[in-house]
Nanobody, 120 residues
């Protein structure tokens, strides 16, 4: 069982920045993905950014050039730097771990979620 603990999030004005961090505990699969999904009210949960333990990253199109995901395999942490935030980035952000490359936390674990609100 892999548990995920998130930190960060909060309220920020449009154009501002926030940083989300997530730390995993437990034994991770030899190949795995970690990253972030988000879910806005009335919408489906969507992938924001993910990175596997080889360093390959993927981003949702709307965050490319604004968000940066990074990972520390030894510390079992993944961080999401969010810049130039927009109101449409408002959502609950969920850290995920997947033992199957390219899959979601349904194949591993989900964090408890952290609220990100972008508003003036």
């Amino acid at each position: 069982q892999v548990n995920l603990v998130e930190s960060g999030g909060g309220l920020v004005q449009p154009g501002g920045s926030l940083r989300l961090s997530c730390t995993a505990s437990g034994i991770l699969a030899r190949t795995n993905d970690m990253g972030w999904y988000r879910q806005a009210p009335g919408k489906k949960r969507e992938l924001v950014a993910g990175v596997n333990n080889f360093g390959r990253v993927q981003y949702e199109d709307s965050v490319k050039g604004r968000f940066i995901i990074s990972r520390n395999n030894a510390a079992k942490t993944v961080t999401l730097e969010m810049n130039s935030l927009k109101p449409e980035d408002t959502a609950v952000y969920y850290c995920y771990y997947s033992r199957l490359l390219g899959a979601s936390g349904d194949y591993g674990s989900w964090g408890q979620g952290t609220q990100v609100t972008v508003s003036s």
